[in-house]
Nanobody
Framework: VQLQASGGGLVQAGGSLRLSCVVS????????MGWFRQAPGKEREFVAA????????YYGDSVKGRFTISRDNAKNTVSLQMNDLEPEDTAIYYC??????????????????WGQGTLVTVSS
């Protein structure tokens, strides 16, 4: 299974970005999907998760109300719409997938497959 994330970049505080992650190698609907982020010197942090068919979502407290996770199973893609970005959102963002039961998985070690990461930088 391969995950390819894209969409990162530089944006001013208050702006928006949309991250995407394309999954290949196995039926996309086999996986629940998540986004994590890691800022320099900090641990990897859970951002959001979406269930296998998109019927359920879950967000970390720091992004709730600003970020929206969604998936398109026909396009093997999970997206993260990020609005009202803050400098504290600066990090490398990773998409991740798991096929085991239970939703959501909030810890990184609960995910089986990871993308390469995409850098988001928010300037003040």
């Amino acid at each position: 299974v391969q995950l390819q994330a894209s969409g990162g970049g530089l944006v001013q505080a208050g702006g928006s970005l949309r991250l995407s992650c394309v999954v290949s190698g196995r039926p996309f609907s086999d996986y629940a999907m998540g986004w994590f982020r890691q800022a320099p010197g900090k641990e990897r942090e859970f951002v959001a998760a979406v269930s296998w068919r998109g019927g359920a979502t879950y967000y970390g407290d720091s992004v709730k109300g600003r970020f929206t996770i969604s998936r398109d199973n026909a396009k093997n893609t999970v997206s993260l719409q990020m609005n009202d970005l803050e400098p504290e959102d600066t990090a490398i963002y990773y998409c991740a997938a798991y096929s085991s039961s239970g939703f959501p998985h909030l810890q990184a070690n609960g995910y089986e497959h990871w993308g390469q990461g995409t850098l988001v930088t928010v300037s003040s």
